[in-house]
């Protein structure tokens, strides 16, 4: 039998304002927030790219609630292999290491492993068949890790170099500023 949260994403279209309003009935009833996640790390489900969509749209709101499930979340980035899901979960990644980063009351405490998981993970994006904007993403999120493991910059910069000519004007205008930061 399908849960509440399956139904509303068997009938979900990609329309923003269709995305915010279960995104806000997750806000609303954080007891669906496990299940979500659940769904988005399940590329068998057929609403995991969906499941993808509204937990970056959360994310935006409540990135401290996935601080307990950080191991699951980060361990699991490697397994998306869809489009649709990896660019919101490409950006989530991206939230959550500048959250890291800052240090503050609400920031997200990442472990070693999870910082790795999400060092292997952007670099994949980066350099495997993506669309630009997990691409863009996974560019920013290495910059801002490569502030604090002195080995990504360089790298970073070796790829956006070699890579910059075949792609996109969004790919060449990110590769460009952060290419400015790193120099």
Not at 45 to 56: F, G, M, V, Y
Not at 121 to 135: E, G, P, Q, R, Y
Not at 157 to 170: E, G, M, P, T
Request: glycine share 0%.
């Amino acid at each position: 039998m399908s849960s509440e949260l399956q139904s509303k994403l068997n009938y979900l279209k990609a329309y923003r304002e269709n995305r915010l309003k279960i995104a806000q009935d997750v806000l609303e009833n954080k007891d669906q927030f496990k299940e979500l996640l659940s769904i988005c790390f399940s590329p068998l489900d057929k609403n995991n790219h969906k499941a993808c969509w509204i937990l970056e749209f959360v994310s935006y709101e409540e990135l401290i609630w996935l601080q307990s499930h950080l191991d699951f979340f980060c361990s699991n980035l490697k397994i998306l292999k869809d489009e649709s899901a990896i660019r919101p979960i490409a950006k989530i990644v991206q939230l959550l290491v500048k959250s890291h980063y800052k240090k503050n009351e609400n920031s997200i405490l990442l472990s070693e492993e999870n910082l790795q998981d999400c060092i292997e993970a952007s670099f994949d994006w980066l350099i495997n068949d993506t669309k630009v904007a997990a691409k863009a993403y996974s560019i920013r999120t290495l910059y801002v890790l490569g502030n604090h493991h002195d080995w990504i910059h360089p790298e970073l910069q070796i790829i956006l170099n070699k890579d910059y000519a075949a792609h996109s004007a969004a790919y060449k205008a990110v590769a460009r500023e952060v290419l400015t930061k790193i120099k």
